[in-house]
């Protein structure tokens, strides 16, 4: 586990966006704002891999939500269907970027009402117990603006 | 396009064979396209990739949906204008956004480039979840879009009657992978996996074509401009 102070500075380090910590990178990432109607938002990012192993995202978290989960949107014969993933891959030397249509991470059950300009403090763990929480900010689709 | 008789006379047999073999070569590209790609796609030359023809066009089935004002809705509300048409649910996290999104931006993108067929189509969204969408929840669903897309729901019976023959079609999903201590029971958590495509309705209130995935505005705007105006000219 991650000391609270080792916490604190990365949150800290979060304020200056992109994160880096054992490895990983993470890069652009947003969460998009919803109709007033959503129950669920959407979080996405690249995440990059510097290392020499898979590294592996097993966990999100944020505070204001039911409960947050890594998902992937696929479509199959023309059908669209999302899916809960145990696990995001994010390969050696290489990234993986969560986009809309794709993987996410999803914030589920909305406890208060988000709109462009606010932040969300995400909190990803990796497979090896790293844990990093960075601020996401909230905003609109590209076809909103 | 290339005809023995649009060539330059400076060469002589040589010349005209190779113009021969060239014509027959394109007469034969022609005719297997014609094979590949069948009459409608040929005829319209729009890229089936963004907008795919039916193979025959389908009448609406005259079923009594209703809108998110509570008005009846029927095949009879998409004669006589052009409908792109979506289904879909507003609790969908991550896809209905992204299509609603591109439905707003064709809408933007037809009023700027082609304001008189602008004027004469319309864009509805109807809700496959009745249980959970309400009225208010559909408009303001479609309203934070763009207020001018039509929502619209029905009965369970009465969707699956004017959607199956559309080739539309959806299920539920119980999100049975929720974590069991926090699992309330309320039956309402459920995902629909749902068809992606947006379906282009003729003002004769008849199926003629869908958008596949991906939705890009623009080559939509293009290829319904193209398509309107081919069928218009020579209506089928």
Redesign the interface.
């Known amino acids: 586990m991650i000391s609270p102070r080792r916490l604190l500075f990365a949150t800290a380090l979060g304020l200056f966006a992109p994160v880096a910590l054992a490895e990983v990178t993470v890069n652009d990432a947003w969460v ?1 704002e ?9 979080a996405f990012m690249t995440l990059e891999n510097d290392a020499d192993v898979e590294r592996k995202l097993v966990r999100a978290e944020a505070p204001g939500f ?2 947050v ?1 890594l ?1 992937r ?1 696929i ?1 199959v014969n ?5 899916e ?1 993933q145990d696990a995001i891959a994010i390969p050696a030397n290489g990234s993986t970027r969560l986009a ?2 794709g993987y ?1 991470v ?1 914030l ?1 059950g909305v406890q208060t009402p988000r709109r462009a300009g606010d932040e969300i403090p995400v909190t990803l763990t990796f497979a090896d117990g790293e844990t990093m929480t960075l601020p996401v900010p909230v905003k609109r ?1 590209d ?2 603006k | 396009m290339t005809h023995p008789h649009s060539r330059p006379r400076r060469r002589q047999h040589g010349g005209i064979a190779l113009a021969a073999a060239i014509v027959v070569a394109l007469l034969a590209l022609g005719a297997s396209s014609w094979w590949l790609f069948g009459p409608d796609s040929r005829a319209t030359a729009v890229d089936p990739a963004v907008l795919k023809p039916m193979p025959a066009p389908i009448e609406l089935p005259d079923t009594a949906l209703v809108t998110d004002e509570g008005e009846p809705f029927g095949a009879g509300d998409f004669e006589g204008q052009w409908t792109l048409l979506y289904f879909g649910y ?2 969908c ?3 209905c ?2 299509e609603l ?2 439905l ?2 064709v809408g933007k993108l037809l009023e700027e480039q082609h304001p008189a067929l602008a004027a004469r189509t319309q864009r509805v969204f109807i809700s496959v979840d009745p249980e959970r969408d309400t009225h208010k ?1 559909i408009r ?2 479609t309203a ?2 763009d207020p001018a897309i039509i929502g619209a729901t029905g009965t369970p019976a009465a969707l699956e009657a004017f959607a199956s023959p559309l080739g539309v ?2 299920s539920k ?1 119980s999100n049975h ?3 069991p201590s ?1 699992r309330e029971e309320t039956g309402k958590d459920y ?1 629909v ?5 947006i379906l282009l309705v003729d003002p004769s209130a008849r199926l003629r074509a869908v958008f ?3 939705h890009g ?1 623009q080559p939509m705007v293009d290829a319904f401009h193209r398509y309107q105006q081919e069928q218009e000219d020579h209506p089928s």
């Open positions: 998009a919803a109709p007033p109607t959503a129950m669920a938002l959407a039911d409960r989960e998902h949107s479509e023309g059908m669209h269907r999302m809960r809309p249509g996410h999803m589920i689709r076809f909103m | 507003t609790l996290p991550d896809v956004p992204v999104g591109a707003r931006q929840r303001d669903f934070y879009f079609g959806w999903r992978y929720r974590d926090d995902l996996d749902h068809t992606t495509a596949p995935t991906p505005p």
